[in-house]
């Protein structure tokens, strides 16, 4: 975890071979939300890019690198204190050397994050 005590895995649901759910936990008192923003805090989005990347591992049990956002949306704000529980689902394919996950992150009915990316495989 490049971030520890940032988030915690709630809970993952495989639905089938390239579609996850996965709820998280953000923990509001972590000291990211001190300086992102003082008295009004807000998850940053390289964060949530982060997470996804750290849950897209442990489904591949492999060690990524972004290589290639081809969609990133920032839809609403995630302020941890109101929503600290979101829901995550993932479309993640493997094809040679690639890996491709889509996300959409979301807390209660609100879509907070709509995310396409392309990782490489670390050897």
Same mark, same amino acid.
Do not use: R
């Given at each position: 975890?490049?971030?520890?005590?940032?988030y915690?895995?709630?809970?993952?649901e495989?639905?089938?071979?390239?579609n996850?759910?996965?709820?998280?936990?953000?923990?509001?008192?972590?000291?990211?939300?001190?300086?992102?923003?003082?008295?009004?805090?807000?998850t940053?989005?390289?964060?949530?890019?982060?997470?996804?990347? &750290?849950?897209? %591992?442990?489904? =591949?049990?492999?060690?990524? +690198?972004?290589?290639?956002?081809s969609?990133? /949306?920032f839809? #609403?704000t995630?302020?941890?204190?109101?929503?600290?529980?979101?829901?995550?689902?993932?479309?993640?394919?493997? &094809?040679?050397? %690639?890996?491709? =996950?889509?996300?959409?992150? +979301?807390?209660?009915?609100?879509?907070?994050? /709509?995310?396409? #990316?392309?990782?490489?495989?670390?050897?």
């Amino acid at each position: 975890m490049l971030i520890p005590n940032l988030y915690t895995i709630k809970n993952t649901e495989k639905i089938d071979e390239n579609n996850f759910k996965v709820q998280i936990e953000l923990n509001p008192n972590h000291q990211v939300f001190e300086g992102h923003f003082p008295n009004n805090p807000i998850t940053p989005g390289v964060c949530m890019m982060q997470i996804i990347k &750290e849950i897209t %591992e442990g489904f =591949v049990s492999k060690d990524l +690198f972004l290589s290639k956002v081809s969609n990133v /949306k920032f839809m #609403a704000t995630i302020n941890p204190f109101i929503n600290p529980i979101l829901d995550l689902s993932l479309n993640v394919v493997c &094809e040679n050397n %690639e890996v491709k =996950v889509k996300n959409s992150s +979301f807390f209660e009915t609100t879509n907070a994050l /709509k995310f396409s #990316a392309i990782y490489k495989v670390l050897d």
